[in-house]
Structures are given as structure tokens and as C-alpha cells.
């Protein structure tokens, strides 16, 4: 069992950058390759970034590659969600999800995680 809490998101300019944060309880966070997802007003959520267990794989959504960076870091037991020069098809809830049963990799299957943060809002005004 893990609880991750998502934060960092907010209202933003198009062309401007946000952080989001998702805190996951320490005592398990090595065991879990994490990942972001995002629901956009009407319509699925669908992926955006995933981060393996020790981070050295990252796989992006192509929309996010180039602007969104995934980063862990172990001590602090947190995922980050660097995102720049944000567009206002950005705007979405964005999710934080931890993932156990695919090992050592990233999946970018919403399936794949179980455990799943109550969500951040991100507002991309144009």
C-alpha cells in the first residue's frame, strides 16, 4: 500500500512553466515506478510521464516531450512534474500514480498503477 498526495498545480499563463509535486509514503517509495496522468475537461485521462523504480528509465506522452520533465527523489520519497512552456490544451486535472507490478521499467498503461493521488488542477490561460 502506498497514499501519494499530488500539489504545484495552479493557474498559469500559455508559454509559462509549473511544478508539480507528489509526496508517496517513504517507507515503500523505492518499490514503485511512478507516473503522471492528466484528465482534460470531458474528455479520458490518459498519460503523461512515468518514472522507474530507481529513475533511470523515463518514458513521455509525445505531447510532453521537450516540455515535461519526470524527476524522483528518493529521500524526499517525492515525483516531480516539471512542465514549460505550457499550452492551454495543458489544462487538466493531473494525477500522480504509483505502479508495483511492472518491476524495473516504466509503463505508460493506465492499468498498470494502483495507487492513485486524489488529483491537481492545472489552468493554462491563453
Known amino acids: 500500500q502506498v497514499h501519494v498526495e499530488e500539489s504545484g498545480g495552479g493557474l498559469v499563463q500559455a508559454g509559462g512553466s509549473l511544478r508539480l509535486s507528489c509526496a508517496a509514503s517513504?517507507?515503500?517509495?523505492?518499490?514503485?515506478?511512478m507516473g503522471w496522468f492528466r484528465r482534460p475537461p470531458g474528455k479520458e485521462r490518459d498519460f503523461v510521464a512515468a518514472i522507474s523504480r530507481i529513475g533511470s528509465n523515463t518514458i513521455y506522452e509525445d505531447y510532453g516531450k521537450g516540455r515535461f520533465t519526470i524527476s524522483r527523489d528518493i529521500v524526499k520519497a517525492t515525483v516531480y512534474l516539471q512542465m514549460d512552456d505550457l499550452r492551454p490544451e495543458d489544462t487538466a486535472l493531473y494525477y500522480c500514480?504509483?505502479?508495483?507490478?511492472?518491476?524495473?521499467?516504466?509503463?505508460?498503461?493506465?492499468?498498470?498503477?494502483?495507487?492513485w493521488g486524489q488529483g491537481t488542477q492545472v489552468t493554462v490561460s491563453s
Open positions: 517513504a517507507s515503500t517509495f523505492r518499490t514503485f515506478a
Open positions: 500514480a504509483a505502479d508495483y507490478s511492472s518491476g524495473w521499467t516504466a509503463s505508460n498503461r493506465r492499468e498498470d498503477y494502483e495507487f
